[in-house]
Nanobody, 125 residues
Framework: QVQLVESGGGLVQAGGSLRLSCAASGRSFSDNVMGWFRQAPGKEREFVAALRLGGGSTTYADSVKGRFTISRDNAKNTVYLQMNSLKPEDTAVYYC??????????????????WGQGTLVTVSS
């Protein structure tokens, strides 16, 4: 059984930084895609960033490009989301997701097979 466990959320002032972690367990990941999504109150879940474990290619939503960085530590089976220059509009529950195998269309939630429980990020103005 694959498990994804997020951590690192919290309350931060605008302009501050947070680093989210997503620890994966239950199987080995080689060429999967790991993604981060977020859902603000009253809004639909939206894509934030994704990383292909085989090769390290990344992609970002335009709203976070230049501020957020997705990375991984293969030895720890962990993916990170470094969030800098945070804005109040970044407030949301952030979810980690993983595909069963390599997929395309990384920005689409439906291509992901596994999801974490989410971690809340609140950015105050």
């Amino acid at each position: 059984q694959v498990q994804l466990v997020e951590s690192g959320g919290g309350l931060v002032q605008a302009g501050g930084s947070l680093r989210l972690s997503c620890a994966a367990s239950g199987r080995s990941f080689s060429d999967n895609v790991m993604g981060w999504f977020r859902q603000a109150p009253g809004k639909e879940r939206e894509f934030v960033a994704a990383l292909r474990l085989g090769g390290g290619s990344t992609t970002y939503a335009d709203s976070v490009k230049g501020r957020f960085t997705i990375s991984r530590d293969n030895a720890k089976n962990t993916v990170y989301l470094q969030m800098n220059s945070l804005k109040p509009e970044d407030t949301a529950v952030y979810y980690c997701a993983a595909t069963e195998s390599y997929r395309t269309y990384w920005q689409l939630a439906r291509v992901y097979d596994y999801w974490g429980q989410g971690t809340l990020v609140t950015v105050s103005s």
